[in-house]
């Protein structure tokens, strides 16, 4: 059976626009549930200052307290050096640099210009590819802006390009406000794929339109088989007012099982795992997958 690989960035990019901050042992649990279900890339979390995302403060108290496991990889943000001295000092073994391609949203997500975050990352990357630590570049923004609105395709390739180029074994285009449709995913992942290979692309989708399913779709059929995608469909960006989480992990297991797509994740311990973090915060799931089979 053909696979897909899935991120599941539930407990960084969901857990960091909740307005509950939750402990260490929770964010630990979720994730051990997560890799008890089948997952095998999972983010636990951002080395970020925790005045700007409180949400994510302790991630170190995160990463003691996970189960290692032959195949799992967690994975962490990391915004500068200071940040991946940190991840380091944890022993990740992968880590992710976040560019954005609007100027006006990496003023607000990390205070500074794309070409002073691309400054900022060098070394960051240097240092990932010397100790032989994997490293992912995120650039926001793909299908549009939370500030100025519409982001030129070309304009993306060049940030991916770039992130590429420096030593970022994978690119994740993020669609941050959650307003791309099928037609400019084929179109942007083409426009990609140009100038980097297509296994080097991932694509992170949130549904705030409701699109976000048919994204993934439209991606696996340009040749994409790397997904982000969030436990419940938690999440959102405390830098993109309005946003709601990412495509939720359990339509996308559902989605390509349906494909006879294999992706090594048990639906039914992953809707646990989800109905798990959604009691601590005190949420309903934004999972149409899961609500359907609880009712069924
Ligand atoms: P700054 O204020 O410009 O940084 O923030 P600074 O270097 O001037 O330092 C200011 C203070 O922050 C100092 O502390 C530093 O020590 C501390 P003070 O002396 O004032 O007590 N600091 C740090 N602390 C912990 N870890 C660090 C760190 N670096 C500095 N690594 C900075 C710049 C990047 C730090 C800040 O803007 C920041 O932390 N931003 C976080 C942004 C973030 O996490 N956003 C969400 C993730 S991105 C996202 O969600 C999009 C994505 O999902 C894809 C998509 O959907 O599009 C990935
Ligand atoms: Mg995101």
């Known amino acids: 059976m053909d696979a897909v690989k899935l991120v599941e960035v539930g407990a960084r990019d969901g857990l960091q626009n909740e307005s509950r901050v939750l402990p260490a042992a929770v964010r630990a649990a979720l994730i051990n549930r997560l890799v008890e279900a089948g997952l095998t890339h999972i983010e636990a979390g951002s ?159 949130h549904d705030t339109w409701g699109m976000a399913v048919a994204n993934c779709l439209a991606a696996l059929d340009a040749g994409v088989r790397t997904f982000d995608s969030s436990v419940s469909g938690l999440g959102g960006c405390p830098y993109s007012p309005g946003a709601t989480g990412n495509v939720a992990t359990e339509e996308l297991v559902y989605l390509f099982s349906g494909l006879g797509l294999n992706t090594g994740v048990d639906l039914a311990s992953l809707i646990q795992a989800g109905g798990y973090i959604d009691e601590q915060l005190g949420r309903t799931t934004s999972s149409r997958v899961a609500r359907a089979w609880r009712a069924k």
């Open 47 to 205: 080395f970020v200052s925790p005045r700007w995302v409180p949400q994510m403060a302790d991630t170190d108290e995160v990463l003691r307290q996970l189960v290692q496991r032959t195949g799992v990889t967690y994975s962490v943000l990391v915004p500068n050096s200071q940040g991946m001295a940190a991840a380091v000092a944890s022993g990740c073994r992968e880590v992710a640099v976040f560019a954005a391609a609007s100027e006006a949203f990496s003023l607000r997500n990390i205070n500074c210009t794309i070409e002073e975050s691309l400054a900022r990352f060098a070394p960051v990357i240097d240092k990932a590819n010397a100790e032989g630590i994997a490293v992912r570049g995120y650039v926001s923004c793909v299908l549009g802006c939370p500030y100025t609105g519409r982001v030129a395709p070309q304009q993306v390739v060049a940030v991916s390009k770039r992130l590429y180029e420096m030593g970022c074994q994978e690119i994740s285009l993020g669609d941050t406000i959650g307003a791309g449709t099928p037609g400019a995913v084929k179109q942007l992942v083409s426009a990609c794929a140009v100038e980097l290979p297509l296994a080097s692309l991932a694509v992170h989708f």
